[in-house]
């Protein structure tokens, strides 16, 4: 055999030229016919177009996890957040809190004027109606309990200039602690693209650790 050459079935061969760049792959275009493909960009996933194999974007409906950021102090913000999605998954996992705060809220693009820019109906453990933003129900944390919140959010077509609807669902260890639930769904009437998130207690006496992840949905 010559050098030079990938050996196929101990007879034939392949040219070693054949592979030009790191993490190419040899595939058969045809019967006995070897060929080259090349190695895709970031992202992308191996998939097949009229019979044969070749690199493309993730479908539709792929989740991309977009940033990690650990929660601290009295307030966390999350920036930046990218506008190539179609909705966005917010993860807050793990919120503990530490101090004599025992409320906290959120707002997106920090927009805190809650009234005229979310619209929402809350289902909580006592099935109250509210037009706060807020993620943990009316009753009050049990601070003395740790691990004792966590959130996810979803906003639908999060870069439209139009209402977009969003839900939000967690549950918390409660002042008398037992485990309380917090159910919201509403619209946010925020004009702009969001591209920000903020998490913060709402006296800000308390200091809160845990972590926020945010995914890009297709």
Known sequence: MATGRIPINGTAAIQSTTLTTTGDMIYASAANTPARLGIGSSGQVLTVASGIPSWAAVASGGMTLLSTTTISGVSTSVTGISGAYTNLVI???NVVLSGTDTSINATLNSTQDQVSSYLQNRIAWDNQFNDDFRLTANAAMDVSVPNKMANVMMISNYTSS??????????YTGADTTIDANFQVGSV???SA???FQI???????TMSGTIKIYGVK
């Open 189 to 191: 009437l925020i004009t």
């Open 194 to 196: 969001i591209t920000s």
């Open 162 to 171: 139009n209402p977009k609807p969003f839900q939000t669902f967690g549950s």
């Open 91 to 93: 993860s807050i996992e």
């Open 200 to 206: 913060f207690t709402v006296n800000g006496t308390s």
